[in-house]
């Protein structure tokens, strides 16, 4: 995720868009970010479940991304991602 995504606090957007506080925040919705259309339109917010399936299929949870990332497969590995992802913010979401 590095290579292409900052994680820190304040971290800058690189090829892809910095994810501190991505879980709960609208998709497409970093202001200094040029997303791909579909993914400016796909305006959901990322939950838990949706950015499951997003990591298990990037191009086929929003056709049209720009994100070359194929996906992962394993489940227990986009769990611990999310759980990472759900860490790394001033918000996390709630675990239920």
């Given at each position: 995720c590095v290579a292409c995504h900052s994680i820190d606090k304040g971290g800058k957007n690189k090829i892809g868009p910095a994810l501190w506080g991505v879980l709960g925040r609208?998709?497409?919705?970093?202001?200094?970010?040029?997303?791909?259309?579909s993914?400016?339109?796909?305006?959901?917010?990322?939950?838990?479940?949706?950015m499951n399936g997003f990591l298990t299929n990037p191009k086929n949870w929003v056709k049209g991304t720009k994100m070359t990332f194929v996906g992962l497969k394993k489940e227990t590995e986009r769990a611990?991602?999310?759980?990472?992802?759900?860490?790394?913010?001033?918000?996390p979401l709630p675990l239920q």
């Amino acid at each position: 995720c590095v290579a292409c995504h900052s994680i820190d606090k304040g971290g800058k957007n690189k090829i892809g868009p910095a994810l501190w506080g991505v879980l709960g925040r609208q998709a497409g919705s970093i202001s200094e970010y040029k997303y791909s259309k579909s993914m400016a339109a796909h305006g959901k917010p990322w939950s838990f479940e949706e950015m499951n399936g997003f990591l298990t299929n990037p191009k086929n949870w929003v056709k049209g991304t720009k994100m070359t990332f194929v996906g992962l497969k394993k489940e227990t590995e986009r769990a611990a991602i999310i759980l990472y992802l759900n860490k790394n913010t001033d918000s996390p979401l709630p675990l239920q």
